[in-house]
């Protein structure tokens, strides 16, 4: 299985321009997040999704729509990038929302630098 | 809204010796879990923890959740090189499906 699989690893942008991020999952997962890392702040959570059709918010969601047509794929978009959303983001995702939602599995990342 | 306070920020040891880092909560989790992320991956579960008090070791690492529900510490027993990386803590709380990470350990280890 490939797991979680993330494209691109790597993207510029300028101040602007919109992209995707993709996500996709082999594992027929329920759940799938994405996060985004930066230094000296974690991971922060920016959009889950408990099943197709159904997404809500984290706590860094603005900026940035999701949506989840299929169970496999969660695809991050960013409507109009600014040099603060320079981050590494990542996907994830786990088997049963409820107890068991923390179990992730994380895709490699994607790193996004604006310009 | 809920936050995790980690701690310490960074560790420098010698190869052999323990290691403990800590996570508190302004609020109560359900649960608790600890995470290893290598530099240039994604973070990997090292141990998840479901119940109050709850004591659960894998390898060399044992980690605790708090009986107060807002706290949970991990130890490294006796490091070696490959433990070098960032050590996250993340709760969750029952029916939100949200995972909120510390801020991340960062360990090094000198051989």
């Known amino acids: 299985n490939a797991g979680v699989t993330q494209t691109p690893k790597f993207q510029v942008l300028k101040t602007g321009q919109s992209m995707t991020l993709q996500c996709a999952q082999d594992m027929n997962h329920e759940y799938m997040s994405w996060y985004r890392q930066d230094p000296g702040m974690g991971l922060r959570l920016i959009h889950y999704?408990?099943?197709?059709?159904?997404?809500d918010q984290g706590e860094v969601p603005n900026g940035y729509n999701v949506s989840r047509s299929t169970t496999e794929d969660f695809p991050l978009r960013l409507l109009s990038a600014a040099p603060s959303q320079t981050s590494v983001y990542f996907c994830a995702s786990s088997l049963l929302a409820g107890e068991n939602t923390g179990e992730l599995f994380f895709g490699e990342g994607s790193r996004l630098t604006v310009l | 809204g809920q936050q995790l306070n980690q701690s310490p920020q960074s560790m420098f040891i010698q190869e052999g010796e323990d290691v403990s880092m800590n996570c508190t909560s302004s609020s109560i989790f359900n649960t608790w879990l600890w995470y290893k992320q290598d530099p240039g991956e994604g973070p990997v579960l090292l141990i998840a923890?479901?119940?109050?008090?709850e004591l659960t070791s894998n390898g060399r690492l044992t980690a605790q959740f708090g009986i107060t529900r807002k706290d949970s510490f991990l130890n490294i027993s006796a490091s070696i090189p490959s433990d070098v990386g960032i050590y996250f803590c993340a709760g969750s709380s029952s029916n939100t499906g949200k995972l909120i990470f510390g801020q991340g350990t960062t360990l090094q280890v000198k051989p």
């Open positions: 999704s408990v099943g197709a059709g159904i997404t």
């Open positions: 923890l479901y119940k109050a008090g």
